[in-house]
């Protein structure tokens, strides 16, 4: 990493960071439809015409506090198409993902909520993503499918199996732990979250997943 990339922020890029901070504590806390640019900038210590100079409304502010201050899910996707064949096999890539993922939904979920209480703020989200050339959440299988045709052709899974399929068994399985692990807010009833800890569920979650994917003979 270059020493620009470890410099302080100044500036306008302090500015900057301090409103995407700001937003995100107060979408966390209050949620989206609640969270006005007004009380975000004061918030983040500056006028809202200043954060109207880096932002032009409250949903790009979203859509870049999704891509900028939560865990990337988006990332960890987008390099496993190249990595189909990698020595670690599909197993240790797909327990990345799914780390990736729930930390993803976790974080999200609070933010994102309210957009479905509201059509006109969802379509309005919508909207933004296309006009920002930012991923939607459709993407999410699409790139898992990829990497997962990617390792069929390479016979290290099932020539029947459906990668979409599998794509949305897995994500889907991401989607409802982060979702019971936010319902139950640390305080889950013995038995409720199985496995509890979130690095032997992605072990256990790809290991029956890819035990409906194991090419013909294969354990």
């Not at 327990?95 to 059509?119: Q, T």
């Not at 999410?140 to 990617?150: D, F, V």
Request: hydrophobic fraction near 45%; aromatic fraction near 6%.
């Amino acid at each position: 990493m270059s020493p620009e990339a470890n410099a302080p922020l100044s500036g306008g890029a302090l500015t900057r960071s301090r409103i995407l901070d700001a937003a995100a504590a107060l979408m966390t806390s209050v949620g989206l439809t609640h969270t006005t640019t007004k009380q975000i900038a004061k918030k983040a210590g500056c006028s809202e015409a200043t954060l109207y100079k880096h932002f032009r409304n409250k949903e790009e502010i979203f859509v870049r506090v999704l891509h900028e201050r939560v865990p990337q899910f988006s990332d960890a996707l987008a390099q496993l198409p190249d990595r189909a064949g990698d020595e670690r096999g599909p197993a240790g890539l797909l327990e990345e993902v799914v780390l990736a993922a729930l930390r993803f939904y976790r974080e999200s979920f609070p933010i994102a909520a309210s957009l479905f209480a509201s059509p006109e703020l969802l379509a309005t989200h919508r909207r933004r993503l296309d006009e920002l050339g930012a991923m939607g959440p459709h993407n999410a299988s699409g790139q898992l499918a990829a990497y997962l045709t990617a390792e069929q052709k390479l016979g290290r899974i099932s020539a029947t199996a459906d990668p979409y399929a599998a794509a949305n068994l897995l994500i889907g399985a991401c989607f409802h732990r982060a979702f019971l692990d936010l319902f139950f807010d640390g305080e889950a009833p013995t038995g409720a979250l199985r496995p509890e800890r979130e690095e032997e569920f992605a072990a256990e979650t790809v290991r029956a997943l890819l035990g409906g994917l194991a090419p013909s003979g294969d354990a």
